[in-house]
Structure formats: structure tokens, C-alpha cells
């Protein structure tokens, strides 16, 4: 699950075409689908912030955080190469 943050970073770095939330929201989910979850940030991603989590693909890098239910996330930020 992405932050509100997380969901303004990437419309940021990740511009959508389309018009609209849902496209951007979509457009977010494919990415945090395809992206592989790892204990080990990108080296173009590494920063002072400490996480658990990362989920990362080839362009970019969600720092996840415990949510408050057991075994959800919730992605931070978004973060491009």
C-alpha cells in the first residue's frame, strides 16, 4: 500500500499520461508489482533513512515500512534512478 507521499513522488518522477487517480494509481501498482522486495536498497538509492524493506525495479526504489496490520507495508516514498 503507498503513502500519500509515495503517490505524489511518483507522479513526480513517473509521469502518467493518462488524466486522472486512477490512472496514476494503476500505473503505481504495476510498478510496486514488478518490483522485487529486499533487504537492500539500490546503490542510486542508498541514503541515511534506515529501513526493513525495500521494493525496487530497474528505474525505482519504495522504502516499505510495518503498517499496523501483521504482513502489510506501506511504501514511503518513491525514489527514481
Avoid: Y
Avoid at 502518467?16 to 510496486?32: K, P, Q, T
Avoid at 537492500?40 to 525495479?57: G, H, I, S
Amino acid at each position: 500500500m503507498p503513502s500519500h507521499h509515495c503517490v505524489v513522488r511518483f507522479r513526480q518522477r513517473r509521469p502518467v499520461r493518462d488524466r486522472g487517480g486512477d490512472a496514476v494509481a494503476d500505473a503505481l501498482i504495476a510498478a510496486l508489482e514488478e518490483a522485487h522486495v529486499t533487504r537492500w536498497p539500490p546503490a542510486w538509492a542508498v541514503n541515511d533513512r534506515t529501513t526493513e524493506l525495500w521494493a525496487v525495479t530497474d528505474e525505482l526504489a519504495f522504502p516499505l515500512e510495518r503498517s499496523g496490520t501483521p504482513g502489510r507495508w506501506v511504501a514511503t516514498t518513491c525514489l527514481s534512478r
